[in-house]
């Protein structure tokens, strides 16, 4: 282990030690106690067959992929077919959150909205969301979601800024009116260094309840410096994580599954495919069997923060998923 990533780990495990033991005063003080002995609380992932998106970041392949209107009716058609199957067994099979995680940008169809809408009506699901560069119509989706029977204190977002498409002042004011409209969201980017000015100036826009998470750069072919880590720390408290080598095991993931438009599952957006599918028999097996997930590293949030571990759910609450902090500030 290296100087930097020996300071990291030590500054992390002080981090989360504290964060623990704060939450476990809060959490025995309201009689929660997430996790212990309590039956499974489960997420699924999902991710339709849309490759496309309204912005054309320059690093991106969905920007340049013009879709056809069959494949739009194709993304329609699975989404719903998947929305129906998840409210057949969603309560059966404790499923409590639903992230749509999609290649592109779902929300500015109206179908994503219309799905979201009818699953948060139901009791059995407690949260659901999309990833999201916010570029859709607040007024238009959230018609459309109220119009479903939506439960707005159960739609979450993770709202992705896209300098290049988009202004800080633009980007906040969005995140502020979706708060007012009684939306949870995160906002965040990714950490290019050139950027870091930028983003603290974004931070500085956000209210101080919206966390700004600050993922780490992978085409970056160095490793940050100690004072990138240092600003980007400033406003990312948790941007550390992102620096870890977490190891994989897959014993740690029972409670999630990643299900594509067809039906293929895996067990997280990065591991590696399995031969089972959603559609194809009994759903609680998917939970309980191992599927080998091949990968050597957790190498992204939605891998690593996921992990049935006790850091996740004190940092980031039930349903870690949604990257929404119990204190948006840090430990
Ligand atoms: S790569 Fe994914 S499935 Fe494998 S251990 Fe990590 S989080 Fe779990």
Redesign the pocket.
Known sequence: MDRQTDRLCSSLKRCEAETKSRCADSLAHCGENPGAGQDPRRTVLYRGSLKSCNYQCSYCPFSKHRISKRELEDDREQWFRFCESLRESAEDLSIRALMVVPYGEALIHPWYWEGLGGLTKWDALEAAGAQTNLSFSAERSLKIFDQFGGAREKLRLWASFHPEMTTCEEFAAKCIRLRREGILLCAGAVGVPGNVDLLRRLREMLPDEIYLWINKMDGLKRPYTEEEIRLFQSIDPYFDRELRHVP???R??FNRLFVEADGKVR??N??GASDKNWYGGHRKDLFEESFL?R?KW?SCYL??G??EEETNQALFGPDPVFRIPRRPGGC
């Open positions: 994989a095991d897959e740690l993931c067990r997280c990065i591991s997930c990968r957790c891998a690593y996921l992990r």
